[in-house]
């Protein structure tokens, strides 16, 4: 098992129909990489890599004790409805081991519970001015 503040590095990934949607890690020296924002139509193919600050990552490893504790393994939803999609959030400890969360279920079925979407979303959350400023950025240069 892994405390949180072993933790290294946060990976999320969201595929919906084999379609990556979302690609998020965080690591502990404030470096991001980041493609996609998760939404269902989201067609973003470009994967960003940088350093930020720190607030990114110490949001998502605040939120990461109740998925560590519960939901660490692989888990399917029997009865999935709508779109396939398949979301993995795992973490790296300073030791370099690994612990993952996945979840397969459908774009109208519950998903994962709270704790893991709640990680999701303030990650998310917590790079989009980071992400939008990269896109802007390759946008310009282009």
């Known amino acids: 098992m892994i405390a949180p503040n072993d ?3 946060i990976l999320v990934t969201l595929h919906i129909e084999d379609e990556q949607k979302l690609f998020l890690t965080l690591t502990n020296d404030g470096m991001v990489k980041r493609l996609g924002n998760g939404s269902e139509d989201c067609n973003e193919t470009q994967l960003f890599i940088g350093k930020s600050n720190l607030n990114a990552f ?3 490893r605040s939120l990461s004790g109740a998925i560590i504790e ?3 393994g692989s888990y399917s939803d029997p009865e999935q409805s709508g779109k396939r999609c398949k979301l993995v959030v795992g973490f790296r400890s300073r030791k370099g081991e690994e612990f993952m969360s996945e979840w397969e279920y459908g774009t109208e079925s519950q998903g994962p519970p709270p704790e893991v979407s709640s ?4 990650s998310v959350e917590a790079t989009n001015e980071w992400y ?3 896109k802007r950025v390759a946008t310009d240069n282009a």
């Open 7 to 9: 933790i290294a590095g």
């Open 58 to 60: 110490e949001r998502a």
């Open 70 to 72: 519960n939901w660490l």
């Open 119 to 122: 990680l999701v979303i303030a």
């Open 132 to 134: 939008n400023n990269q």
